[in-house]
């Protein structure tokens, strides 16, 4: 568990510019090229004006500047393409890293907990809350570097024609991010309202569209259909906000950058009616040093009105980051702790673990979820772990998985090793899991079994059929209409919930790991569908040991043992019969799940 403390988001979004790699470098070079060139244009322009009005000098003197022009001009051009298409791949670069990231620490996170977060939420975080990062680095950040910069290779052009002008520019200058950063300050809580309000709104909308069927057998439709436009207008009305504050800051920086140049221009024209007569180093000032520094100083201010525009992608992007951030930068309970002393552990046939003392919390949490758990199951056993809702159930889970790190205690195989001790990768191949819903992968009925086989091993169709004939699915897969190559899921031939629920016995048959791990297998099927599962479930645990959250009886019955967990800690660990002796301890909780099973059969 990390205990730096969060950065802001400003900071985490200064620290992942670097995975722009070259494409920042290549940003600066562009820019820095682009305003030398700018230098050498006013230099050929004033050099033209000067020597053909005031010195009458002919054309054909003034080959250099005429040649210089137009090269500029288009180098100019070249140069703004190039930094454009740069800053667009250093977004991009850091997108797909970012959300690289993203994927990798929820696939650590583990099944348990993705299956309890919002999926708008989580699809909000995978892709939108990363495309939001892409115009910071694409636009505001380069642009807050060459703020730096190109003002500072102008005003460095003009001191020498002129410190009071140089002084001009660098008084005026800073009022434009002033006024900006009062104007931003104003705007950040306008934006985050707006992408508050977003979020909610797109959650809103994926509830609705998953309760359609019910909202409209309740013929409540038209009820969302009201909430939906009033939720939407909510989101208008703060879209319009930020727009008028954003309308607003641009026309403020237009006029604080006119004023200032109108400044330098009314001390140019001074001069030469010789109502001035300072600021030219003695030497007065002659019509190319004003002409220069004339076509110079709209030059000075543009990098700071283009940040002025380019605004609110920080606001966007440091909103985004706050809510990336706690996933990327928070340790996941699953940290793989290993001391990694065993080196390619060659996975067992077969497979008995104990917990001793195990204790875990998740991040941020006053009391551990699991609290001193201490049990044994020997190889070959099947394990039903029961319980009330909070009680530890699915954490257990989550830990045997190797998704989250005790904080205390140890998780000794019958084989000698220590959980702790083994590469969470390693130990994850002595594991199948089936969970309550089980993901089906674009593509054909045989991509998705054969995920489940280890990398080694070939495609092999007779194996992938036994795995179906053991799961009850052959006559299923027979009528498909390519039979295994029929492509399945979205897209494809349909999947109902207990075919989905058997594709993934039938993956943990082909995986033939010595370990099952079972969550809530037969929850809401019918008794047809729970009967298949349960039949498949009793060949699964041949030779195999199964650890099963369950409160079907059915299945309670085919458990060699049953583990009661009550808030977070070990009530009982008997056999059923041991556990529903009338008058026992635990009777009236056995009693209660024979309730639940016979009624409803839904998990509590
Ligand atoms: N991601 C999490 N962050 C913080 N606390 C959590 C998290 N997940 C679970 N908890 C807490 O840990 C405790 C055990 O939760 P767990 O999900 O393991 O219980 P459970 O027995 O599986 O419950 P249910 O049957 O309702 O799924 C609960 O108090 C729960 O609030």
Redesign the pocket.
Known sequence: MSSHPLPTPAQWLRANASRGGRWNRVIMLAATGSTLLLLLQAWAIASVVYRLAIEHAPLSSLTLPLIILPVAFLGRGALAWLRTEAGVRCGLAIRQSVREDVLRRIGERGPL?SQ?QHSAALGNQVWDQVDALQNYYADYRPQMLLCGTIPLIILCAVLPVSWAAALILLITGPLIPLNMAMIGWGAKNLQDQQLTETHRMSRHFLDTLKGMPTLRLLGRSHQQANEIYAVSEGVRQRNMKVLRLAFLSSSALEFFASVSIALLATYIGFTYLGQFDFGTWGKGLSLFGGLFMLILSPEFYQPLRDLGVHYHAKAEAEAAAQVLMPLLTEAPPSADASTTTTKHWAVPDTLGITLNHVSCR??G?ASP?LNDVSFSVAAGETIAVI??????????LTTLLGFMQPEQGTITLHSGERLDHLLTSEWQHALSWVGQHNALIPGTLADNLTIALPDDQPFDEDRLWEALDKTDLRCWANQLPQGLHTRIGDGGQPVSGGQARRIGLARAFLRDAPLVLLDEPTASLDQQSERIVNRAIATLSKGRTVIM?THRLSLLNQADRILL?EQ?RVRAFDTLSALSQPHGPLANVIDAAHADLDTQGE??
């Open positions: 907990w309890r998740y991040p949490q979820a319980g009330p809702s909070g009680a530890g159930k699915s954490t257990l959250l967990l977070g998990p509590s």
